[in-house]
Nanobody, 121 residues
């Protein structure tokens, strides 16, 4: 079994910063894309940022230039550095990863449980 465990959420003032982490554990053979999503109230879950195993990243327009995604392949961990946070960034942030497990031929998408980010004065 594979688990994704997020950490780093919390309460921050507008203009502040937070760093989210997501560690994958289990019988992992390879992790392809890793990313972060959020789900605004009443809307579908949306991509915030994603990064390939080679380090290529893409971002939602709303966070481009403020957020930075990175990963440590040796630790099976992805990070999201969030700067210049705005109240509209308030949400639950979910980690997502495309993982090939030991003994299987097809990768699967896994989700973390989510971590709350609240931006408020």
């Amino acid at each position: 079994q594979v688990q994704l465990v997020e950490s780093g959420g919390g309460l921050v003032q507008p203009g502040g910063s937070l760093r989210l982490s997501c560690a994958a554990s289990g019988s992992i053979s390879r992790i392809n894309v890793m990313g972060w999503y959020r789900q605004p109230l009443g809307k579908q879950r949306e991509l915030v940022a994603a990064i390939t195993s080679g380090g290529s990243a893409n971002y939602a327009d709303s966070v481009n230039g403020r957020f930075s995604i990175s990963r440590d392949n040796a630790k099976n961990t992805v990070y999201l550095q969030m700067n210049s946070l705005k109240p509209e960034d308030t949400d639950v942030y979910y980690c997502n990863a495309d993982i090939l497990t030991d003994g299987t031929r097809m990768s699967m998408w896994y989700w973390g449980q989510g971590t709350q980010v609240t931006v408020s004065s």
